[in-house]
């Protein structure tokens, strides 16, 4: 797909400048972090090292002194403590987290996650009657801030209810003994965008400070936070930097038994795990168990310690995982098949598509492939006993929460935020919601807005690729969304030695200029070898620069993100 190059605005050179020797970094690496809006040392300082010590006060987000209050109660009197998770990779890890850190503090805790096919999203009616047989207090995690009806179910039963989440709240607040969400209209909290795992992560920080204990008691679990707040594509910057930073050193200095078993089962690197790696490797294994079934599975995995226990639930996401993978493309290739007829790109806006037999585990993945392809904001839909099981993707600039919520009269539940969302709707009304859906987006897409776009950190050329350069770029990680690997461009490049296609789709070739030449590679650019093969004299490339390792060999590439 052709991609929009946005070259940053040009910054002042005399700050950018100063900036570089206050912070003793090259200009070209001063001026991507003031691109990024670190404009002074201090700043600079935070960013390169990022730390618990950085981490504000929890009592600052709206109801977690009732939350503490509640739970500590909950631990004195040796009350039941049913964790309800979401089935993905961040509840997964917030139940995981919460239940070894309450168990560590004597807690009676049971972990629950609801089955994806049969009960949904969100807190449901059957895992609230399930808590309400063993009674005391249900804590959510990542989901209950739009389950209103069910959390009057769990007051009727006599369950003390506490909501800890991080999607966006609908009109009504669900009544609870506290609702913890940093995006609650009235919470002052001043980092909105944790995962659930780390607004759990939160909770039990309050909770140590009030019974005055060492933070280190839930700090030893920040791996876990690391891999929900990774998996769930938060913006990783503030506070979501610090979990991740801290807990990717974990994870690659002493990792837990089930955290390395699933290092080995993916056939990654160990000591090497990089944000990349959870996202492509890890993350989908975890989230294939409560795709495909049960996901108590993964949070076993996660929470054992027993290396032999470890290694036989890693084999069974992996089974589980391909399987997906198997129904993934089978459904992809289904989709595509629906949309090509009819695709106008010059008139679509939205791909809204809706099915009988697709499974509900896999449609946010084949949406999320969709938008790779024809980049519009998509939905799909399972439908079963004349029920839809929505899941929502966007483009950059599109709220997709808020136009279903524009929309709402015409589902019966949604939730999310604004790249990701889920909805449940009767099928007789998908016409009539496809139809306000894609009139919301001609209203609220420009047409420029319809290709992706790829912004610029500079213009350079190939001889300010210097050792310290790199080593400085080096330091912007973890990279992800809001933080990623600054990009370059340079102009009047020659290709030096025949470009090659490698691997499924990959574009190699060596660029030159001047007395400079480096390799590079474009992953998944192979369609792109005429570009460079049909005896033009130079190209220009946008590409990031990065250090990388092959048959023992430590070099510099760049990795071509477009090419002219």
């Known amino acids: 797909m052709e991609q929009k190059w946005e070259l940053h605005e040009e910054a002042p050179l005399e700050q950018i400048e100063e900036l570089g020797r206050q912070t003793g970094v090259p200009t070209i690496v001063a001026r991507a972090l003031y691109n990024r809006g670190l404009t002074d040392a201090q700043a600079v300082e935070n ?11 929890p009592f600052l987000m709206k109801d977690m002194d009732r939350a503490v209050d509640r739970i500590l109660r909950a631990l004195r009197e040796k009350e039941p403590i049913t964790l309800y998770g979401d089935y993905d990779v961040d509840g997964i890890t917030s139940v995981s987290m919460l239940y070894l850190f309450f168990r560590d503090l004597g807690g009676l805790v049971y972990p629950y996650i609801p089955d994806r096919q049969t009960e949904g999203y969100g807190l449901s009616a059957q895992g ?6 063993r009674g005391g207090l249900v804590l959510s995690v990542d989901c209950g801030i739009t389950s209103p009806g069910e959390a009057r179910l769990a007051e009727q039963l006599g369950l003390s209810l506490i909501i800890s989440d991080h999607h966006e709240p609908a009109d009504e607040l669900p009544n609870a003994a506290a609702v913890v969400d940093p995006k609650r209209p009235d919470c002052a909290y001043p980092f909105k965008d944790l995962a659930g795992v780390g607004v759990a992560y939160k909770l039990a920080q309050g909770i140590l400070a009030a019974m005055k204990l060492d933070q280190e ?16 594509i938060v913006p990783l910057v503030g506070e979501n930097r610090v979990f991740v930073k801290e807990g990717l050193d974990k994870i690659n200095i002493r990792p837990e038994v089930g955290i390395e078993s699933l ?10 795990i990089e944000v990349g790696h959870i996202i492509f490797g890890l993350a989908p294994r975890i989230n294939a168990v409560g795709r495909l079934g049960d996901a108590l599975r993964a949070v076993r995995l996660l929470v054992t310690r027993d290396k032999a226990v470890s290694r036989e639930t890693a084999q069974v996401l992996e089974r589980e995982n391909r399987r997906r993978k198997e ?4 459904t992809l290739q289904e989709a595509i098949a629906e949309i090509e007829p009819t695709y106008d790109p010059d008139k679509t806006r939205s791909i809204i598509l809706a099915h009988e037999r697709w499974h509900p585990g896999v449609i946010g993945i084949v949406a999320s492939r969709l938008i790779e392809r024809y980049y519009r904001p998509t939905v799909m839909i399972s439908i079963e006993d004349n029920v839809g099981k929505g899941s929502a993707r966007s483009i950059a600039g599109f709220d997709i929460f808020s136009a279903l919520k524009s929309c709402g009269d015409c589902l019966l539940q949604f939730g999310g935020h ?44 190939l001889d300010q690729i210097t050792p310290e350069v790199v080593a400085a770029l080096a330091r912007f990680a973890p990279f992800g969304p809001s933080n990623h690997r600054p990009n370059f461009m340079s102009r009047n490049l020659e290709v030096v030695g025949g470009p090659r296609i490698v691997g499924a789709n990959h574009l190699k070739f060596r660029a030159k200029q001047g007395g400079e030449v ?7 650019l192979g369609d792109y070898i005429y570009r460079v093969d049909n005896g033009m004299r130079t190209l220009q490339l946008v590409y990031v620069i990065e250090e990388t390792e092959y048959l023992n060999r430590r070099f510099v590439q760049l990795r071509v993100r477009d090419l002219k």
């Not at 960013?47 to 006060?57: E, G, K, Q, R, V």
């Not at 290092?263 to 090497?272: C, Q, T, V, Y």
């Open 128 to 133: 609230i009657r399930e808590a309400a047989a």
């Open 217 to 232: 008691y839930v700090e030893k679990y920040i791996d876990l936070v690391a891999l929900g707040s990774a998996a769930d």
């Open 47 to 57: 960013f390169f090292n990022p730390s618990t010590a950085l981490l504000h006060d």
């Open 327 to 330: 129904i993934d493309n089978t």
């Open 518 to 524: 480096f390799d590079a590679i474009g992953f998944n």
């Open 263 to 272: 290092i080995e089962i993916a056939g990654l690197k160990p000591g090497r």
């Open 418 to 461: 604004k790249y990701a969302a889920g909805l449940t709707i009767e099928a007789g009304r998908i016409p009539e919601f496809r139809e306000r859906f894609d009139a919301i987006a001609r209203e609220l897409i420009p047409e420029s807005d319809l290709k992706p776009k790829i912004k610029i950190d500079a213009e350079i050329s």
